[in-house]
């Protein structure tokens, strides 16, 4: 299982501001994905992200609110851009298991509060 | 639209008693269903997937059903402890096809399990 660490593992940020949560893997990974989880709700994706090209996002997300960067192959960061209240939430990181087995493992997430 | 549902109310059962747990998905024809379990504070884990093919998939205390037919997954832990006090999640991909997925993941909003002494 690959063993995956995120920063910060929690924050609270004023309206307006950005921040950046860096994704760290102990192993080399072909695809990141990065999942979104409000206050009750379950999760889910924001966009995968895959090492040299522009990340794929899912439907009513844009890459101007969550830029991504995925500079090599264990390593992501995904940026919360123009905070609002709204944007409260945790942050996870995933990878997927080995091929074809279809099963994902999750960093521990990143807590954002927005004030 | 398609959609993935569990039982939002908290499931209280009795330490040693077995503890049943929904999930039902609409408009989805998935290759293989998953299960997670998430405690509060941390990212899920995963703990067993099943394929169309598989109508039953057991690991030590649990077992997973999957009727395609219905459209349902059952999730069982078997001799339940207060340790498996937790929000349990389902998940499908629905592009997966029977030679793979794609790990893309759509999740359920999970049932809470609570075993009490």
């Known amino acids: 299982s690959a063993v995956i660490s995120q920063k910060p593992s929690r924050d609270i940020c004023q309206r307006g501001t950005s921040l950046t949560i860096q994704c760290q893997v102990d192993?080399?990974?072909?695809?990141m994905f990065w999942y979104r989880q409000q206050p009750g709700q379950s999760l889910t994706l924001i966009a995968t992200?895959?090492?040299?090209?522009?990340?794929?996002?899912e439907s009513g997300f844009v890459i101007d609110k969550f830029p991504i960067s995925r500079p090599n192959l264990t390593f992501s960061t995904l940026t919360v851009s123009n905070m609002s209240p709204e944007d409260s939430s945790i942050y996870l990181c995933?990878?997927?298991?080995?091929?074809?087995?279809?099963?994902?493992?999750f960093g521990e997430g990143s807590r954002l509060t927005v004030l | 639209s398609q959609k993935i549902e569990q039982n939002s109310e908290a499931l209280n059962i009795q330490e040693g008693k077995t503890a049943t747990l929904t999930c039902n998905y609409t408009?989805?024809?998935?290759?293989?269903l998953q299960w997670y379990r998430q405690d509060p504070g941390r990212g899920p884990v995963f703990l067993l997937l099943i394929r169309e093919n598989e109508k039953e998939k057991r690991k030590e205390r649990l077992k997973v059903t999957f009727d395609t037919t219905l459209k349902q997954s059952l999730f069982h832990i078997t001799a339940s402890q207060p340790a498996d006090s937790a929000t349990y999640l389902c998940a499908l991909d629905p592009f997966s096809t029977s030679t793979g997925g794609g790990n893309k993941l759509t999740f359920g909003t999970g049932t809470q399990l609570k075993v009490e002494l």
């Open positions: 192993s080399q990974v072909t695809m």
């Open positions: 992200a895959n090492q040299g090209s522009e990340a794929t996002y």
């Open positions: 408009n989805y024809s998935p290759a293989y």
């Open positions: 995933s990878v997927g298991g080995p091929a074809n087995t279809g099963e994902l493992f």
